[in-house]
T-cell receptor, first 114, second 109 residues
């Protein structure tokens, strides 16, 4: 089974702090994604990457950046955390399986910004 | 207009009931379709892919109607453990995924 590991399950940070969310997948997937999930808004795409050192903006990239220096690792960075970035952050990677592109999520990182 | 729309529910059904969820998508170029299950405060997990001919996995049946651009999930003989949020997910040719906001199901003893 594919494993997508997010390093921190729960974080509490203060406004203005820099926050790193790490994500590692163990199946050599090329496609990796960062989403945030908020009640009533569903999952929204922040950034994605199709290859090492490659990154593309999703629907809500403002206030975030990403890094993909190695294929297995995709990091999300909040340069200066704000209270409206309090959310559940979900990392995912995808693989073509039986003719379908299947998405696997990490366990999520629940961030609270005070 | 949202790419994927679902009735958010909540659906409250007794044990043993049959319940169906529908999901519509706006882009006819959509190529792969899935149902994910998400438990409270957990990540979404793949329940089943949805194939053009329809497919079944135990008590769960998924169907795709490309002409009308909707997919459905039928759960028969509902169990308490089926209580969760069910997400409709659509994959586009550009490798992007689009999500419904989820349908909440509670199975009542």
């Amino acid at each position: 089974d594919v494993k997508v590991t997010q390093s921190s399950r729960y974080l509490v940070k203060r406004t203005g702090e820099k926050v790193f969310l790490e994500c590692v997948q163990d199946m050599d997937h090329e496609n990796m994604f960062w989403y945030r999930q908020d009640p009533g808004l569903g999952l929204r795409l922040i950034y994605f990457s199709y290859d090492v050192k490659m990154k593309e903006k999703g629907d809500i990239p403002e206030g975030y950046s990403v890094s993909r220096e190695k294929k297995e690792r995709f990091s999300l960075i909040l340069e200066s955390a704000s209270t409206n970035q309090t959310s559940m952050y979900l990392c995912a990677s995808s693989l073509w399986l039986s003719g379908a592109n299947v998405l696997t999520f990490g366990a999520g990182s629940r961030l609270t910004v005070l | 207009r949202k790419e994927v729309e679902q009735d958010p529910g909540p659906f409250n059904v007794p044990e043993g009931a049959t319940v169906a969820f529908n999901c519509t998508y706006s882009n006819s170029a959509s190529q792969s379709f899935f149902w994910y299950r998400q438990d409270c405060r957990k990540e979404p997990k793949l329940l089943m892919s949805v194939y053009s001919s329809g497919n079944e996995d135990g008590r769960f049946t998924a169907q795709l109607n490309r002409a009308s651009q909707y997919i459905s999930l039928l759960i028969r003989d509902s169990k308490l453990s089926d209580s969760a949020t069910y997400l409709c997910v659509v994959n586009m040719p550009d490798n992007q995924f689009y999500f419904g906001t989820g349908t909440s199901l509670t199975v009542i003893p």
